[in-house]
């Protein structure tokens, strides 16, 4: 048999690019490649990017000019650009970086074996389409290897939505949501291979709409499906947007048991008038009366979520709004960005905010929100809460899994594997993790 072939795959952004990567080292495992975790041993290199915010094209031009002395030395090996920034700059990537063999945007990956042969004839390999067949059908068998308690599993790709600031719409597509048999076959599959805790991914997961056996299913439907596998324990969905959260799914949060008391709705800005120019279609009043009843189905939910600062013609007041809505909420977590421009999208045209007032709102708002997410951490102390163990900690003896608001829990000195799920007192609560014992 010949040695396999080495695969050095880099991740960037969100958790879908998670999902992809695990999907795209799958596909090429059948051409004979294992992963290896050293560029030094790869015979291919992929990047898969992220363009989402600040400079990511450039990003990648710097990290692939780190392989010339790679590919001197070994001419053989292949080097690739995947996902969003591979969607948003296609050839311009292999005109301006001429190591590039292969570039592959992230609806036409399941075509990576042909490219990846392409590339190995010495030829360029491009595809950036938006291809009609369902790429998630052409990789429809997953390996049936073990694996860790925690999966993602992506339901739902795309948005309509059209932010004024976002690349999504472009680099992602249109909204398509996958059929639920296929989902729930391949949660099945996760199942048996040791998965117990499975998040819902998709740009506007909770405008999930695929097909079922009657019709479209919503989300809800669809949670609720995956509440009868036999095994899952535990089911969580990102990242969703306000003006899908339907009636069914907050009744899921007060009624589902393996539906996590967490949820990520981002709104991006508290002042009505920024809303309106980033084409969200809600208000800050109308987003603040979601959460308390969301809040009345389930009292205990941590909720998280997205702001950009900064973003064209705020001003101070605007800004404030934003604090003020932050203030209500009380985020877990929550994730704050300054706003950058991203060509080709409507907000790019307009008026910038001076970029040290939009660092000084940044790191106002951010105080803010890290002040909270200690507060409701610290409150975790003396509590009992449910843990899903996931791997060793740094200590000896240590193990560390999450609990079902998604903080991180570090147990000594028990007896515990990674896949366990037990309840454990809360003793500390630290910087960044929570520390206890099981019960
Ligand atoms: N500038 C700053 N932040 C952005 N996001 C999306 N586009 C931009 C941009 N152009 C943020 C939003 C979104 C998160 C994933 O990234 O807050 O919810
Ligand atoms: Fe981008 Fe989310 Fe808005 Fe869609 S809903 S355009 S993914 S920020």
Same mark, same amino acid.
């Given at each position: 048999?010949? $040695?396999p072939?080495? /695969?050095? &795959?880099?991740?960037? =952004? *969100? ?6 990567? !695990?999907? @795209? ?12 975790q ?8 992929l990047?898969?990017?992220?363009h ?16 010339k002395?790679?590919?001197? $030395?070994?001419?053989? /090996?292949? &080097?690739?650009?995947? =996902? *969003? ?6 050839? !311009?990537? @292999? ?52 694996r ?13 939505k ?47 709409h ?19 596998i ?12 306000p003006?899908?959260?339907?009636d ?22 508290g ?33 998280s ?17 934003t ?36 660092d000084?709102r ?31 900690g ?10 079902e ?35």
């Amino acid at each position: 048999m010949s $040695e396999p072939k080495k /695969l050095y &795959i880099k991740t960037y =952004g *969100c958790q879908m690019n998670v999902y992809d990567s !695990e999907r @795209m080292s799958e596909a090429l495992g059948g051409q004979g490649y294992v992963e290896t975790q050293s560029p030094e041993d790869a015979d291919m290199i992929l990047l898969n990017t992220c363009h989402i915010r600040e400079k990511a094209a450039e990003k990648v031009y710097s990290e692939l000019g780190r392989f010339k002395g790679l590919k001197a $030395e070994k001419p053989d /090996l292949k &080097i690739g650009v995947a =996902g *969003c920034v591979a969607q948003a700059e296609g050839e !311009e990537i @292999m005109r301006r970086q001429p190591l590039v063999d292969l570039v592959v945007g992230p609806q036409s990956y399941h075509r990576l074996p042909e490219l990846e042969a392409k590339a190995r004839a010495g030829e360029k390999a491009l595809d950036t389409e938006f291809p009609e067949e369902d790429k998630f059908e052409k990789l429809k068998n997953r390996p049936k290897a073990k694996r860790g308690p925690t999966a993602f599993l992506t339901v739902q790709e795309g948005c309509d939505k059209f932010c004024a600031f976002c690349v999504v719409p472009y680099t992602r597509g249109a909204e398509v949501s996958r059929p639920a048999d296929r989902i729930l076959r391949e949660a099945q599959e996760l199942v048996e291979r040791g998965v117990r805790e499975i998040t819902l991914l998709g740009q506007n997961v909770n405008a999930y709409h695929g097909a079922g056996p009657d019709g479209d299913m919503t989300l809800a439907g669809l949670i609720w499906e995956l509440n009868k596998i036999d095994g899952l324990e535990r089911i969580r969905f990102t990242t969703s947007h306000p003006n899908d959260m339907t009636d069914d799914l907050i009744e899921a949060h007060g009624t589902c048991e393996k539906l996590m008391p967490y949820l990520h709705l981002p709104v991006q800005s508290g002042s009505d008038r920024i809303l309106k120019r980033m084409n969200r279609s809600h208000t800050a009043e109308s987003y603040l009366r979601l959460i308390e009843r969301i809040r009345e189905a389930r009292p205990d939910i941590l909720m998280s979520g997205d702001f950009i600062v900064g973003f064209p013609e705020e001003t101070e007041e605007d800004f404030q709004a934003t604090l003020d809505l932050v203030e209500q909420v009380r985020y877990g977590y929550a994730y704050s960005f300054k706003y950058s421009t991203r060509p080709g999208t409507p907000a790019a045209e307009r008026p910038q905010v001076d970029p040290q007032e939009a660092d000084d709102r940044l790191q106002r708002l951010q105080a803010l929100i890290t002040r909270h997410q200690r507060e409701i951490q610290d409150a975790m102390v003396g509590r009992t809460v449910r843990v899903l163990f996931e791997k060793p900690g740094r200590l000896a003896g240590q193990m560390v899994g999450k609990s079902e608001y998604l903080h991180a829990v570090h147990v000594s000195g028990a007896d515990l594997s990674a896949g366990d799920l037990r309840n454990v007192r809360i003793t500390a609560s630290g910087a960044n993790s929570l520390a206890g014992e099981v019960l």
